[in-house]
Protein backbone atom coordinates (compact mmCIF):
# COMPACT_ATOMS: atom_id res chain seq x y z
CA UNK A 1 0.00 0.00 0.00
CA UNK A 2 1.21 3.68 -0.91
CA UNK A 3 2.12 5.73 1.73
CA UNK A 4 0.81 9.17 2.07
CA UNK A 5 4.00 11.03 0.37
CA UNK A 6 5.77 8.37 -1.58
CA UNK A 7 4.69 5.59 -4.19
CA UNK A 8 1.85 7.09 -5.10
CA UNK A 9 0.00 5.48 -8.12
CA UNK A 10 -0.84 7.75 -11.03
CA UNK A 11 -5.00 7.45 -9.88
CA UNK A 12 -3.95 8.66 -6.49
CA UNK A 13 -1.94 11.55 -7.51
CA UNK A 14 -5.04 12.13 -9.76
CA UNK A 15 -7.47 11.89 -6.88
CA UNK A 16 -5.39 14.04 -4.73
CA UNK A 17 -4.60 16.75 -7.48
CA UNK A 18 -7.27 17.09 -9.17
CA UNK A 19 -5.81 16.51 -12.25
CA UNK A 20 -7.45 14.00 -14.95
CA UNK A 21 -4.49 10.40 -15.74
CA UNK A 22 -4.24 11.77 -19.03
CA UNK A 23 -3.66 15.21 -18.10
CA UNK A 24 -0.65 13.81 -15.91
CA UNK A 25 0.51 11.76 -18.60
CA UNK A 26 0.56 14.62 -21.01
CA UNK A 27 2.34 16.75 -18.66
CA UNK A 28 4.99 13.99 -18.80
CA UNK A 29 5.29 13.68 -22.36
CA UNK A 30 5.70 17.51 -22.67
CA UNK A 31 8.29 17.72 -19.95
CA UNK A 32 6.05 19.42 -17.22
CA UNK A 33 6.69 16.69 -15.17
CA UNK A 34 9.61 14.66 -14.81
CA UNK A 35 8.80 11.33 -16.13
CA UNK A 36 7.74 8.88 -12.84
CA UNK A 37 10.07 6.22 -11.96
CA UNK A 38 8.68 2.52 -12.51
CA UNK A 39 7.63 -0.09 -10.15
CA UNK A 40 8.31 -4.00 -10.16
CA UNK A 41 5.46 -4.09 -12.09
CA UNK A 42 6.00 -1.31 -14.45
CA UNK A 43 3.57 0.94 -13.00
CA UNK A 44 4.34 4.82 -12.50
CA UNK A 45 4.96 5.55 -8.81
CA UNK A 46 5.03 9.19 -7.43
CA UNK A 47 6.25 11.03 -4.39
CA UNK A 48 5.47 14.27 -1.97
CA UNK A 49 7.49 16.58 -4.46
CA UNK A 50 5.38 14.84 -7.71
CA UNK A 51 2.24 16.18 -5.84
CA UNK A 52 3.42 19.61 -4.69
CA UNK A 53 4.70 19.80 -8.34
CA UNK A 54 1.44 19.08 -9.99
CA UNK A 55 -0.15 21.13 -7.72
CA UNK A 56 1.58 24.09 -9.11
CA UNK A 57 1.06 23.48 -12.76
CA UNK A 58 -3.12 23.15 -11.97
CA UNK A 59 -3.20 26.51 -10.19
CA UNK A 60 -0.81 28.13 -12.79
CA UNK A 61 -3.63 26.70 -15.48
CA UNK A 62 -6.44 27.55 -13.63
CA UNK A 63 -5.00 31.41 -13.17
CA UNK A 64 -5.02 31.16 -17.03
CA UNK A 65 -0.82 30.97 -17.77
CA UNK A 66 -0.30 28.73 -20.95
CA UNK A 67 2.08 25.91 -20.75
CA UNK A 68 5.26 27.37 -21.85
CA UNK A 69 4.66 30.49 -19.22
CA UNK A 70 4.48 27.42 -16.67
CA UNK A 71 7.45 25.43 -17.84
CA UNK A 72 9.02 29.07 -17.35
CA UNK A 73 7.81 29.19 -14.34
CA UNK A 74 8.97 26.04 -12.70
CA UNK A 75 12.52 26.03 -14.12
CA UNK A 76 12.63 29.48 -11.89
CA UNK A 77 11.44 27.70 -8.84
CA UNK A 78 14.46 25.23 -9.39
CA UNK A 79 16.19 28.21 -8.24
CA UNK A 80 15.10 29.23 -4.73
CA UNK A 81 17.96 31.50 -4.51
CA UNK A 82 17.70 33.45 -7.50
CA UNK A 83 15.51 37.05 -8.21
CA UNK A 84 12.01 37.40 -8.47
CA UNK A 85 12.33 39.67 -11.46
CA UNK A 86 11.84 37.26 -14.02
CA UNK A 87 9.18 35.38 -12.17
CA UNK A 88 7.57 38.88 -12.23
CA UNK A 89 8.00 39.34 -15.79
CA UNK A 90 6.30 36.31 -16.61
CA UNK A 91 3.40 37.32 -14.27
CA UNK A 92 2.93 41.01 -15.76
CA UNK A 93 3.17 39.60 -18.95
CA UNK A 94 -0.22 37.13 -18.29
CA UNK A 95 -1.80 40.11 -16.81
CA UNK A 96 -1.54 42.72 -19.79
CA UNK A 97 -2.81 39.28 -21.74
CA UNK A 98 -5.88 39.15 -19.45
CA UNK A 99 -6.30 42.98 -19.36
CA UNK A 100 -6.64 42.81 -23.34
CA UNK A 101 -9.01 40.25 -22.88
CA UNK A 102 -11.00 41.95 -21.06
CA UNK A 103 -11.43 44.58 -23.05
CA UNK A 104 -12.15 42.59 -26.08
CA UNK A 105 -15.07 41.02 -23.88
CA UNK A 106 -16.51 44.38 -23.13
CA UNK A 107 -16.41 45.49 -26.55
CA UNK A 108 -18.24 42.10 -27.42
CA UNK A 109 -20.57 42.61 -24.67
CA UNK A 110 -20.89 45.90 -25.72
CA UNK A 111 -21.82 45.44 -29.45
CA UNK A 112 -24.06 42.38 -28.47
CA UNK A 113 -25.96 44.59 -25.93
CA UNK A 114 -26.50 47.50 -28.47
CA UNK A 115 -27.73 44.45 -31.03
CA UNK A 116 -30.30 43.54 -29.07
CA UNK A 117 -31.23 47.23 -28.57
CA UNK A 118 -31.24 48.53 -31.74
CA UNK A 119 -34.78 47.57 -33.21
CA UNK A 120 -37.92 46.03 -33.38
CA UNK A 121 -37.81 42.28 -32.42
CA UNK A 122 -40.97 41.25 -34.41
CA UNK A 123 -40.04 38.80 -37.41
CA UNK A 124 -36.37 37.81 -38.54
CA UNK A 125 -36.82 40.19 -41.38
CA UNK A 126 -37.37 42.64 -39.06
CA UNK A 127 -34.56 41.08 -36.73
CA UNK A 128 -31.06 43.44 -35.48
CA UNK A 129 -29.60 40.77 -34.57
CA UNK A 130 -29.74 38.73 -37.74
CA UNK A 131 -28.71 42.01 -39.88
CA UNK A 132 -25.74 42.82 -37.78
CA UNK A 133 -24.86 38.78 -38.00
CA UNK A 134 -24.86 38.83 -41.93
CA UNK A 135 -22.93 42.22 -42.48
CA UNK A 136 -20.22 43.16 -40.57
CA UNK A 137 -19.96 46.59 -41.45
CA UNK A 138 -22.91 47.28 -39.39
CA UNK A 139 -20.83 46.01 -35.85
CA UNK A 140 -19.56 48.74 -34.00
CA UNK A 141 -16.96 46.96 -32.18
CA UNK A 142 -13.46 46.29 -34.20
CA UNK A 143 -11.20 43.15 -34.03
CA UNK A 144 -13.46 40.34 -33.63
Same mark, same amino acid.
Given at each position: ????????? %?????????????????????????????? +? #?? $????? #???? /??? +???????????? %?? @?????? /??????? #???????? %????????????? #??? @???????? $???????????????? %??????????? +? /???
Amino acid at each position: MATKSEGLP %IGMLSRRTGVKVPTIRYYEQIGLMPSAPRT +A #SN $RRSYG #SADV /DRL +AFIRHARALGFG %IA @EIGELL /DLAGHPD #SPCADADA %IARRHLRAIEARI #SRL @EALRTEVA $RMLEAGPHGSIGQCRV %IEVLADHALCA +A /DGH
